[in-house]
């Protein structure tokens, strides 16, 4: 059981997840948060039978003896995925005098794989990365190292239009998690 410091305040991160059509809540969705700024993963929790499910950032493994789970200004990935077949993922910066996070996810059809958990270096090689914009404003999607947080790839796509990217192979090997700025833009990543 992990136990909460004492100056440390609880900051539930509320998650409301939809499933790809946009409009269902998405029973049985799988959440976690990974604290990038510490490298620390929460536990994995299944959304509810109306798509919500909570993680409490006090509740986080301790990251090295006798620091806190969160602290101000930390970066997180909050991620909710279906098995291996979609995803989708918000980043987040800690702010305690706010204290609480609620965020709506859409899941895409983006493949996932997550950190393998005997530590070992996973491989997907991102080769391709396709998006199509079906708003009528331009948006913005980023695509994340989920061990490090590191934004690889930042792609604006303009209203009714679509972008197609070659990705250097090679470039990035591992994990990612794709951030959409809007649910009306869709995001293919091809990988190997």
């Known amino acids: 059981m992990i136990k909460i410091p004492d100056n440390l305040s609880p900051y539930p991160i509320t998650f409301t997840v939809f499933d790809t059509d946009n409009t269902t809540k998405k029973s049985g969705a799988s959440c976690f ?8 993963s ?10 919500v499910a909570i993680i409490d950032l006090a509740n986080m493994e301790e990251p090295i003896l006798g620091q806190n789970q969160y602290d101000d200004g930390d970066k997180i990935l909050i991620i909710a995925f279906d098995g291996s077949i979609s995803h989708e ?7 305690i005098k706010i204290g609480a996070k609620d965020q709506t996810l859409y899941l895409a059809e983006i493949q996932f794989r997550n950190l393998p958990a005997d530590g070992s270096k996973l491989v997907s090689k991102i080769t391709h990365i396709l998006t199509a914009n079906t708003t009528g404003t331009n948006y913005f999607c980023k695509i994340y190292k989920l061990e490090t947080g590191e934004r690889i790839a930042w792609i604006e796509t303009l209203s009714k239009e679509s ?30």
């Open 89 to 95: 993922a918000s980043a987040h910066t800690v702010n």
């Open 163 to 192: 972008e197609s990217i070659p990705y250097p192979v090679g470039l990035y090997t591992g994990p990612f998690v794709v951030e959409r700025e809007n649910n009306g833009l869709i995001v293919t990543v091809t990988i190997r």
């Open 33 to 40: 948060i990974r604290n990038i700024t510490k490298k620390t």
């Open 42 to 51: 929460s536990i994995i929790k299944a959304t509810n039978a109306s798509g």
